[in-house]
């Protein structure tokens, strides 16, 4: 079974300009959610999208946005890029389904820098 | 707001010994996943949590679900150069949202 895979897989971008990144969830998985990580703030919760619905949002700029198509694999759109948005930006699939967490399944990242 | 702590923050230790890491938070949660960080890869799901008091062994890693469902601790037995990574703690909030604490980045020296 193919993993999560994400794209690009290192992006160099400068301020004030816009970047989507795209993530491809493994086969059957309906949630992929995105994540920020940075050295000094870890692992940030950006959202979550399930059957092209967002379900859950962190607490981010409304500059990041997100969607999700028919087929879950999804996209990430930074606008007006900042200095302090480059990080990895990693995204995870899951089941989504269920009471218990769905264990999740992450790609190997976005590098995005911002110069 | 809610949040999780981890410690050590890092550690160095010599190929054979073993390892013992915690997380820990002021909140109740009702599952406890673990996952390990390769340098340059994505966190991958070692070890899944979901009944306190629950203990879970995945190979030489063993976990537990703390009674008061306010921690969980990874233990690493035999130390490996592949066990250097940074290891990370997740929940889910009552609203649905994740959270992962800050890591424990485990070196290795052979």
């Known amino acids: 079974k193919a993993g999560v895979t994400q794209t690009p897989r290192y992006l160099i971008k400068t301020r004030g300009q816009q970047v989507t990144l795209s993530c491809s969830p493994i086969?059957?998985?309906?949630?992929v959610s995105w994540y920020q990580q940075t050295p000094g703030q870890g692992l940030q919760f950006l959202f979550e999208?399930?059957?092209?619905?967002?379900?859950n949002k962190g607490n981010f700029p409304g500059r990041f946005s997100g969607r999700q198509f028919s087929n879950s694999r999804s996209e990430m759109n930074v606008s007006t890029l900042e200095l302090g948005d480059s990080a990895l930006y990693l995204c995870?699939?899951?089941?989504?389904?269920?009471?218990?967490?769905?264990?999740?399944?992450f790609g190997n990242g976005t590098r995005l820098t911002v110069t | 707001g809610q949040q999780l702590n981890q410690s050590p923050q890092s550690m160095f230790i010599q190929e054979g010994e073993d390892v013992s890491m915690n997380c820990t938070s002021s909140?109740?949660?009702?599952?406890w996943l673990w996952y390990k960080q390769d340098p340059g890869e994505g966190p991958v799901l070692l070890i899944a949590?979901?009944?306190?008091?629950e203990l879970t062994s995945n190979g030489r890693l063993t976990a537990q679900f703390g009674i008061t469902r306010k921690d969980s601790f990874l233990n690493i037995s035999a130390s490996i150069p592949s066990d250097v990574g940074i290891y990370f703690c997740?929940?889910?909030?009552?609203?649905?949202?994740?959270?992962f604490g800050p890591g424990t980045s485990l070196s290795v020296i052979p």
């Open positions: 995870a699939s899951s089941l989504g389904q269920g009471t218990h967490n769905s264990p999740l399944h």
């Open positions: 086969s059957g998985h309906r949630s």
């Open positions: 999208y399930f059957s092209e619905t967002q379900r």
């Open positions: 909140s109740i949660f009702n599952t």
């Open positions: 949590l979901y009944k306190a008091g």
């Open positions: 997740e929940v889910k909030t009552s609203y649905d949202k994740v959270i």
